[in-house]
């Protein structure tokens, strides 16, 4: 069966090619590092992961300072040998293209589009071998002002990473004036050329539209049948919204399928989760795509199709820290240009960085003529959020020598909404306390009206002795419950039921999921002290199965 999401936890903005038998998708990955999560399948059942596109600090320059920002809707596109992925990173210098012979890398560093402007570019190779760029602008009215968001597109030169021609623009979207018209990708089918777009926000009225056209300059007609795919006729309290954003496939045996993103709601209309991967058949009928047949909406599996078994290496529970580098599990808020962090005798020792773990949420300059890679690193490394239902433990060796260090555990979701569960200091003894941590923003740190307001509420605290010591987390939907002890098997209750739609900020919305990991902070002073681990479990309950 195809179960959905075929990748659980914070994986939006899916992009997925075909190359004989084997499938490869990427998608965003927002301020995390490293970027764009690479996986390969023969199933599209069963997914694995084999690198990151932007693994080195010359590719990818992204900060702590809020995580809707970074890497945004990346295309995976292969012709001749090569790969090749066009995406935009919202904390540099807008659009840009790598390019790889092997999916599992190297990755060349970015080659920057400063005349492809817009965001969410996609690329498309015609049979005559030229190559195209689609992205999104606002078009200008003849008086001068900016008009609606559209879709434009321009031949490209990937020989010099240039765009050549002229660049018309050749939709708007399937509604007028429609919110958001962006993700565009071409396809050619039956001597017509299909765009693809999402349009309608990222959220609950999110959709797939499709215009079609006999030149790759348009004009192009859209379909009397648009949205092809949406659920925001089903209501808030259908258990999968924000469906959009689709990429389409073609299998060997002529079947199609198209990848999209989707949120699963927890507990009402919360999705702590983000945004994350589905997928859906699809079939062609009177020349236009039609995804689902026969419900029209993502449902939670399908039949899978007949193609080559595929058995991906299980990511074990527990992580003792005993190889030499990180695995692929493992992501980091924020470039990290520190070395504040290393693997030796099987444990992960983190330094205590100035910077705190809810840090000041600041304004992008996305006018800025350079980019600003002095931001103070965050010493944080975590996982995502991939199960409904799930436990976090971690064995930490830490001693805090005065009131302004910190070290622990975080269940984080979009930057300044978080639960910290933190050793500390206070009054010369050691403490263990619960952080929780929310936010009231107002609109995006690349608008001018933006403004944010940081709230933290301690929720419980209880002496602690010795320097080892086991945290637990255990989360059932909205639940969150915290224990800590000195042995495995024995933990104690610290705090049961902390409300997890406190940290899910749907005022920001849900474009990124929630992240678990250690942290280790000196809260604004600069200190010598670390924090190891010994080990770090993470691992999916009672019954929910999606990993």
Not at 18 to 47: K, N, Q
């Amino acid at each position: 069966m195809l179960n959905n999401p075929i990748l659980p936890g914070f994986y939006p903005d899916p992009s997925i090619c075909r190359v004989g038998e084997d499938y490869y998708m990427i998608t965003s990955s927002f301020s995390l590092f490293p970027g764009i999560p690479i996986f390969h399948s023969t199933d599209l059942a069963h997914w694995e992961q084999i690198g990151h596109v932007l693994d080195r600090k010359s590719q990818l320059h992204v900060t702590a300072d809020h995580m809707t920002a970074g890497i945004m809707a990346p295309t995976l596109r292969y012709r001749n040998g090569t790969y090749y992925v066009i995406g935009t990173n919202f904390s540099d210098r807008g659009n840009f293209i790598v390019t790889a012979t092997d999916p599992r890398g190297p990755w060349s560093d970015p080659h920057w589009l400063s005349d492809g402007p817009g965001i969410d570019p996609s690329l498309f190779f015609d049979d005559d071998g030229k190559a195209y760029f689609t992205g999104t602008r606002r078009d200008v009215r003849e008086d001068g002002t900016l008009g609606d968001q559209v879709i434009w597109i321009s031949e490209i030169d990937l020989v010099n990473m240039r765009l050549v021609g002229e660049r018309p623009t050749i939709w708007g979207g399937a509604l007028k004036h429609c919110a958001s018209p962006e993700a565009p990708h071409l396809y050619q089918k039956d001597g017509y050329y299909y765009l693809v777009i999402a349009e309608g926000g990222t959220e609950h009225f999110h959709a797939v539209t499709v215009a079609r056209s006999q030149s790759v300059f348009g004009p192009y007609e859209g379909y009397a049948g648009n949205p092809i795919m949406t659920h925001r006729h089903l209501g808030k309290h259908y258990p999968i919204c924000n469906v959009g954003h689709a990429d389409f496939v073609e299998l060997p045996n002529g079947e199609w399928y198209a990848v999209m993103l989707a949120s699963r709601l927890i507990g009402g209309y919360h999705k702590n989760l983000g945004r994350e991967t589905f997928i859906a058949p699809m079939a062609w009928e009177d020349g236009w795509p039609v995804i689902s047949p026969g419900t029209g909406k993502v449902e939670q599996s399908y039949p899978a199709p007949e193609l080559p078994a595929f058995t991906p290496k299980p990511v074990p529970v527990r992580d003792d820290f005993d190889q030499d580098k990180l695995g692929m599990d493992w992501i980091f808020f924020g470039t990290p240009y520190e070395d504040f962090y290393s693997l030796t005798d099987s444990r992960l020792s983190m330094r205590l960085l100035p910077r705190a773990m809810s840090p000041e949420v600041k304004k992008i300059d996305v006018t800025a003529s350079a980019v600003d890679k002095t931001v103070p690193n965050l010493s944080f490394i975590g996982r995502r959020q991939r199960h409904v239902n799930f436990r976090v433990s971690a064995k930490m060796n830490f001693h805090a020598n005065s009131e302004h260090e910190t070290a622990g555990l975080v269940v984080m979701q979009a930057c300044n909404h978080q639960f910290r569960l933190e050793r500390a200091m206070e009054d010369g003894k050691q403490i263990l306390r619960l952080i929780q941590c929310t936010s009231e923003l107002n609109g995006y740190p690349h608008e001018p009206h933006f403004q944010f307001v940081t709230t933290e509420t301690e929720l419980a605290r209880a002496s602690v002795e010795g320097d080892d010591i086991i945290l637990g987390i255990r989360v059932r939907g909205q639940s969150h419950s915290f224990s800590f002890g000195y042995a495995e098997g024995k933990l104690q209750p610290l705090y049961d039921g902390a409300d997890g739609t406190k940290i899910n900020p749907e005022s920001v919305g849900g474009m990124v999921g929630t992240c678990i990991g250690m942290f280790a902070s000196s809260n604004g002073k600069e200190s010598a002290n670390f924090a190891a681990f010994d080990w770090f479990d993470y691992e999916g309950a009672d019954g929910d199965s999606a990993s």
